[in-house]
């Protein structure tokens, strides 16, 4: 099992900036890929950004050019530094983990709690 714990989420701003974290704990032997995935209310699950453990980054067109993924292998931790925040950003964001190099919600097999992040204006 793999226990992921997000970290950093808040209110802020709108242009303002956030970096969250995650920390993965456990069997992190069985991760390949991390990512970061997104939920406002009343809306689905949405990737945000997947990174995967040769490094190779995806981020989805509406983040690109403002976030940016990172990952400490040593520290079994991941990264999502966030700038240029708009209203719509506005979310629970969740860390999410899988032994492939895949960035489909169906090949993430364990989450975390999520961490909330609000952007005002």
């Known amino acids: 099992q793999v226990k992921l714990v997000e970290s950093g989420g808040g209110s802020v701003q709108v242009g303002g900036s956030l970096r969250l974290s995650c920390a993965a704990s456990?069997?992190?032997?069985?991760?390949?890929?991390m990512g970061w995935y997104r939920q406002a209310p009343g809306k689905q699950r949405e990737l945000v950004a997947t990174i995967t453990s040769s490094g190779d980054i995806y981020y989805a067109d509406s983040v690109k050019g403002r976030f940016t993924i990172s990952r400490d292998a040593a520290k079994d931790t991941a990264f999502l530094q966030m700038a240029s925040l708009k209203p719509e950003d506005t979310a629970v964001y969740y860390c999410?983990?899988?032994?492939?190099?895949?960035?489909?919600?169906?090949?993430?097999?364990?989450w975390g709690q999520g961490t909330q992040v609000t952007v005002s204006s």
């Open positions: 999410a983990t899988t032994p492939y190099q895949d960035r489909t919600p169906a090949a993430y097999d364990h």
């Open positions: 456990g069997s992190i032997s069985d991760i390949n890929s």
